[in-house]
């Protein structure tokens, strides 16, 4: 079975050769179907081609938007000593508790980029929850786009996924989404 196949190389170097040579027109109108699959473009091999370009701008800074619940953050992601700056404040005084500094710091964890990038995002909409995620959401997204390499190790853990939990609206006839009036039976 296996002297039936042939490898990728062996069809590259039949494509040449009939690329070469001259082929008349009434030969070519009667060729089999083994001979049109021949002569079509052949793609140059995984290993040559690039994933994903590097999207960079003029300050080389890497753009994302990162979403979570209400809250849009933009974020800026750029070679540093790995401060992280929201809405123009230290991240530290924005993001009081500890947790949500947690959640912010996690794509660089993953990708043992510690103290490697500097961060500049502004962000608005929803609580401080929210927005962690989504500043979480936006730094994971800006890094791939400065390291496409690094793309498969923050998608593993899922940090490229927007979260599309979002509050369930009220209906009329309720006191909430789901939650009733008291019943009264009498």
Request: aromatic share 6%; net charge positive.
């Amino acid at each position: 079975m296996s002297d039936n196949r042939q490898s990728l190389s062996d069809l590259a170097q039949i494509a040449a050769e009939a690329a070469a040579a001259p082929v008349a027109a009434p030969a070519a109108a009667q060729a089999p179907a083994a001979d049109v699959v021949a002569d079509a473009p052949i793609a140059p091999p995984v290993s040559t081609m690039p994933l994903r370009q590097q999207e960079i701008d003029n300050l080389g800074r890497a753009y994302a938007t990162g979403r979570r619940k209400d809250a849009v953050a933009r974020v800026w992601v750029k070679p540093g000593t790995g401060k992280i700056t929201v809405n123009g404040r230290d991240q530290e005084i924005y993001f009081a508790r500890p947790t949500l500094r947690l959640v912010i710091n996690q794509p660089f964890g993953v990708t043992d980029r510690n103290g490697q990038y500097d961060v500049i995002c502004t962000v608005k909409g929803g609580g401080l929850s929210g927005q962690a995620g989504a500043v979480k959401h936006g730094i994971a997204q800006a890094l791939t786009k400065y390291e496409p390499a690094l793309r498969s190790a923050v998608k593993a853990e899922g940090f490229l996924t927007r979260d599309s939990r979002v509050v369930e609206r009220k209906k009329y006839g309720k006191a909430k989404a789901r939650k009733s009036f008291q019943f009264s039976k009498r």
